[in-house]
């Protein structure tokens, strides 16, 4: 989930990918990758996950 999403934070998102890829919709997916990047950050550079976790939370707004 988390390769996936650092995969796709550099180009805004790629939401339509994500029901089949993963099996959940687009605003669950979001939810555990923000969720997720909260408890447990990846290794990559501070700004990166800061950048994906915003993408999540601004996707999750706009599922909403």
Do not use: Q
């Amino acid at each position: 989930m988390v390769a996936f999403a650092l995969r796709w934070s550099a180009h805004g998102g790629v939401p339509h990918k994500i029901e089949h890829r993963f099996g959940m919709s687009t605003a669950e997916y979001f939810h555990r990758l923000a969720e997720h990047l909260d408890a447990d950050p990846p290794a990559p550079r501070p700004e990166v996950v800061e950048t994906m976790n915003f993408l999540a939370r601004k996707r999750l707004w706009l599922c909403k």
